[in-house]
């Protein structure tokens, strides 16, 4: 049963930027304790990109660390990305997850055990 829906992708230039979101697919009175970013190229596997916990703390993948910033509103979700000076390395299908048997996120790859999944949302940067 789906429970998210991500947002906000689509095709920039190098150097751009864009701001994902991630909703839920109906109304269910819960605030999640961890959401994530992941992303994914055909092909590979599904690496993770950021991470927040509840009270707020946000870690990052090297890869996106100073680009990239995750947040959320009122409540776990909505839950946000916005992502700058955008490289064609950064091209694929962004995916939200979220969780609240965790006090705080786990690590990665433990990440890849959250229980709700949005369908997706494609980034395309060109060079």
């Known amino acids: 049963q789906v429970q998210l829906v991500a947002s906000g992708g689509g095709s920039v230039e190098n150097g751009g930027s864009l701001r994902l979101s991630c909703a839920r697919s109906k109304y269910t009175g819960v605030t999640y304790t961890c959401m994530a970013w992941f992303r994914q190229v055909p092909g590979k596997e599904r690496d993770w990109v950021a991470s927040?916990?509840?009270?707020?703390?946000?870690r990052y993948a090297d890869a996106v660390k100073g680009r990239f910033t995750i947040s959320y509103g009122n409540a776990m979700p909505p839950l946000h990305l916005q992502m700058n000076s955008l490289k064609p390395e950064d091209s694929a299908m962004y995916y939200c997850?979220?969780?609240?048997?965790?006090?705080?996120?786990?690590?990665?790859?433990?990440?890849?055990?959250?229980?709700?999944w949005g369908q997706g949302t494609q980034v395309t940067v060109s060079s």
């Open positions: 927040i916990d509840i009270d707020g703390t946000t």
């Open positions: 997850a979220a969780d609240l048997r965790f006090p705080t996120c786990p690590p990665y790859p433990a990440l890849l055990d959250l229980a709700y």
